[in-house]
Nanobody
């Protein structure tokens, strides 16, 4: 599975950004797609997940009601709409995938990773 992120950039606090993750090379029947982020000096953390075959999305508490994860299955693309951005949201954002269900948001469960896209909120 290959993942390519896009859509990062610099924005003022309160602004919005939409990240995209184009996936290819699916060989399994279903995947859990996730967005993760890593700020300098901090561990990578899961932000949101969505199963490719439909189902419940998950968000960490700090982004709930501000971020929305969605997908376009026809285009094998996952999105992360980020609204009301805060300086603490600044990080490198990664798209990741794991085979099977969205039963974990731990980074070590995700086998496939994109290169990341930088989000800076000032």
């Amino acid at each position: 599975v290959q993942l390519v992120e896009s859509g990062g950039g610099s924005v003022q606090a309160g602004g919005s950004l939409r990240l995209s993750c184009a996936a290819s090379g699916y060989t399994y029947s279903s995947y859990c797609m996730g967005w993760f982020r890593q700020a300098p000096g901090k561990e990578r953390e899961g932000v949101a997940t969505i199963p490719t075959n439909g189902g419940i999305t998950y968000y960490i508490g700090s982004v709930k009601d501000r971020f929305t994860i969605s997908q376009d299955n026809a285009k094998n693309t996952v999105f992360l709409q980020m609204n009301s951005l805060k300086p603490e949201d600044s990080a490198m954002y990664y798209c990741a995938a794991k085979e099977g269900y969205c039963d974990s948001i731990e980074t070590f469960h995700f086998a496939y990773w994109g290169q990341g896209t930088q989000v800076t909120v000032s």
